[in-house]
C-alpha cells in the first residue's frame, strides 16, 4: 500500500481532520499568475478558427465510442483546428463581472482581480496546466517544443528542433498505437505553486481534477468536429521533465496527447533519437517572491512518479469498476436522453458556475436531468488501462430537490436501465446546506445535486499509485461533461470540493465499499434577469 492510499484517505476525512498545514492561509497579494510568463522569447499569433462550421456539441457529449472509450474520429488535426481547440478550452474567451455569491464578487471591477472565463473549469478558478506543443516535420510551424499564451492565444518558441522522436521514447513502445506513429503531441504540465498557494496540501488533489476537466473538453470538442483526442498517463516523466527545462517537484507533467495531422504520414516506430536530450532554457519567471513546497504534496509528487513508466496492462483496472445498481426497490424511470442542436463553441462559451443565483421556481425536467445524468455516466478519463473502452468507473448520486414528477430524496443512477433507484426518502436540503463548507452556493434551491463517486482506494490497488492521478482525473472528466450537458440545456450549473465527504459516505450507505465522493455538482434554473456585464473577448 503506497503513500497515494494516505493521502487519500486524508482527503476523504479533511472535512472533519483538517490537512496538514492546518493554520495555512493564503498570500493573495503575493500570489502566482495564472498562467506561463516567459519574457523575451517569440511569439506566434494562432488563427481564430471561427470560420469553421459550427459542430453541434451532443456529438461529444453522447459519442459514438470506438477504441479507449473515445469519440471515434475521421479527421485529422490542422492548424486553424488545433488553435480553435485551444482557445475554446483553455483561452480567455471574456470577463466575469456577474452579481454572485462568491466571495470575490466585491475585487471582479478592479482589472488586478479580474475573473476570466475559459471554456474549461478550473479549481477555484486557478488554470494551473501548461500545454506544451511538441511538434514534428509535419507540422506547419518550425518543429520544436512551443508552449501555447493563453492570454494572447499565441505559441510562444522554447525550443527549435524536432524532439518528437525522444517524446516517443518517453512513452515508450509499449504506448497506444496513435501515440507511436504522429510526430504531434500536446504535453499537459502542472504548476502545483499555482493551486498549493490556495490550497496547500490539499492543492495536489485539485491539480488532478484541472488535468481531468481540460482532457474532457478536447474529448468532447473533437468529437463534435470529427476528430479524436485520448490521453497517454504513463510515460518516463523526468525525461519529459527534462526536455521542457522543468523541475519535476515543481511542475509535474501529467499526460501526452498525441495528435493526428493532417498531410502527416506515420512516423518512423524506431526512434533514432541519438545523443543526449536537448531541453528548453527559457524559464517561467514566477511573481510569487515566497514559493512554499509542501511536504505532502512533494511526496505525492513522488509517490505518482515512481514506475510512472510501468504502464499496466490492458483490463488491469476491471477491479476499481463501478459497482453496478441492484435490481428491485423504489425506481424512477427517465426519459431517454436529448440534448438540443447547439455548437459546441457556443456551449463553451456560455459554461459557467451559477455561485448562489438557482431558483427553485423553476424546477428541473425529468428529461433534462436524464439527460445530464446519461452524458455524465458515458465519461471516461481514458488512458491505457482500459483500452477498450468498456469499464465504467464512475457511480452518480442524484440528491433530488426540485424534479418534476420525482419526488425529493437521494437516488443512484442505473445508467444500464436509465432510471433512477431510491437511496435515501425525503428532502436533502438541510442535509446538503450543512455538509458544505462555503456559502457561495444555494444547495436547497438547486432542482438536484449530483454526487460522482470513484473507488479511488481500488484504482489504487489495481495500477499504484499513479493511479490517482486517473481516479480524481476522473472526476474532473465528469464535472466539464456536468457542466457542458448544463450549458448544451440552459440550466445553472456549479461544481464544489469544499464538503463533508465522510458525511455523503454516510447518508448513501458507501462504508466499505472503496467509493469515494469527489465531487458535488448542483443543477438547476437560475433566477430571472441577472444583473451581468458581458464583456466578450473572443
Known amino acids: 500500500m503506497g503513500y497515494a492510499h494516505e493521502y487519500a484517505d486524508a482527503v476523504l476525512h479533511r472535512g472533519r481532520v483538517p490537512m496538514e498545514p492546518a493554520d495555512f492561509v493564503p498570500d493573495w497579494p503575493d500570489g502566482p499568475r495564472r498562467g506561463k510568463f516567459y519574457p523575451g522569447v517569440e511569439s506566434y499569433a494562432l488563427p481564430d478558427g471561427d470560420d469553421l462550421a459550427d459542430a453541434p456539441a451532443w456529438a461529444g457529449l453522447l459519442p459514438p465510442t470506438g477504441k479507449d472509450g473515445s469519440p471515434g474520429g475521421h479527421r485529422a488535426f490542422t492548424l486553424p483546428l488545433l488553435s480553435a481547440m485551444l482557445k475554446d478550452s483553455y483561452g480567455l474567451t471574456g470577463r466575469r463581472l456577474g452579481i454572485q455569491a462568491n466571495s470575490d464578487l466585491s475585487g471582479l471591477p478592479f482589472h488586478t482581480h479580474a475573473n476570466w472565463s475559459r471554456g474549461t473549469a478550473g479549481g477555484g478558478g486557478l488554470y494551473p496546466v501548461g500545454v506544451y506543443w511538441a511538434s514534428g516535420p509535419s507540422g506547419p510551424l518550425t518543429p520544436g517544443i512551443h508552449a501555447y499564451d493563453v492570454h494572447r492565444h499565441a505559441v510562444q518558441r522554447l525550443l527549435t528542433g524536432d524532439v518528437t522522436a525522444r517524446v516517443r521514447e518517453a512513452l515508450g513502445p509499449d504506448a497506444p498505437t496513435e501515440a507511436l506513429e504522429t510526430d504531434q503531441y500536446l504535453i499537459l504540465g502542472v504548476k502545483y505553486w499555482q493551486t498549493t498557494f490556495k490550497y496547500n496540501s490539499f492543492g495536489y488533489h485539485v491539480v488532478c481534477t484541472d488535468v481531468g476537466t481540460l482532457v474532457q473538453t478536447w474529448r468532447i470538442w473533437a468529437a463534435a468536429h470529427g476528430l479524436r483526442t485520448a490521453p497517454v498517463l504513463w510515460f518516463d516523466e523526468p525525461r519529459l521533465n527534462g526536455l521542457l527545462g522543468t523541475v519535476g517537484e515543481e511542475e509535474g507533467v501529467f499526460a501526452v496527447v498525441p495528435l493526428r495531422w493532417e498531410g502527416g504520414g506515420p512516423a518512423p516506430r524506431t526512434t533514432g533519437a541519438d545523443g543526449p536530450d536537448p531541453a528548453v532554457r527559457h524559464r517561467d519567471v514566477e511573481r510569487s517572491r515566497t514559493v512554499i513546497a509542501f511536504p505532502t504534496v512533494l511526496a505525492m509528487h513522488a509517490a505518482t512518479v515512481a514506475g510512472a513508466a ?140 449530483l454526487v460522482p463517486t470513484v473507488r479511488t482506494t481500488a484504482v489504487l490497488d489495481a495500477v499504484g499509485d499513479r493511479g490517482y492521478r486517473l481516479a480524481v482525473g476522473t472526476a474532473g472528466a465528469v464535472a466539464q461533461t456536468f457542466y457542458l450537458a448544463a450549458s448544451a440545456l440552459s440550466l445553472g450549473a456549479g461544481v464544489a470540493l469544499g464538503f463533508d465527504n465522510v458525511s455523503f459516505v454516510e447518508r448513501l450507505g458507501l462504508e466499505g465499499t472503496a467509493e469515494a465522493p469527489l465531487l458535488i455538482m448542483p443543477l438547476g434554473n437560475e433566477r430571472p434577469g441577472p444583473a451581468d456585464f458581458r464583456h466578450e473577448i473572443a
Request: proline share 11%; aromatic share 8%.
Open 310 to 449: 510501468g504502464r499496466p496492462a490492458p483490463g488491469a483496472l476491471a477491479p476499481a469498476a463501478a459497482r453496478p445498481v441492484p435490481g428491485g426497490g423504489t425506481r424512477v424511470a427517465l426519459p431517454a436522453p436529448v440534448f438540443p442542436e447547439v455548437p459546441v463553441r457556443r456551449v463553451l462559451r456560455s459554461r459557467r458556475s451559477s455561485f448562489g443565483r438557482f431558483d427553485a421556481a423553476g424546477p428541473v425536467t425529468p428529461g433534462q436531468l436524464s439527460s445530464v445524468l446519461a452524458a455524465c455516466a458515458a465519461t471516461s478519463f481514458g488512458g491505457e488501462a482500459d483500452p477498450d473502452g468498456t469499464l465504467r468507473q464512475v457511480r452518480l448520486y442524484a440528491f433530488v430537490n426540485h424534479v418534476v414528477g420525482i419526488a425529493p430524496g437521494a437516488y443512484v443512477y442505473d445508467p444500464d436501465a436509465g432510471d433512477l433507484a431510491l437511496v435515501v426518502p425525503g428532502p436533502q436540503g438541510a442535509f446538503l446546506q450543512e455538509n458544505y463548507f462555503l456559502a457561495n452556493y444555494n444547495l436547497e434551491q438547486a432542482g438536484v445535486v
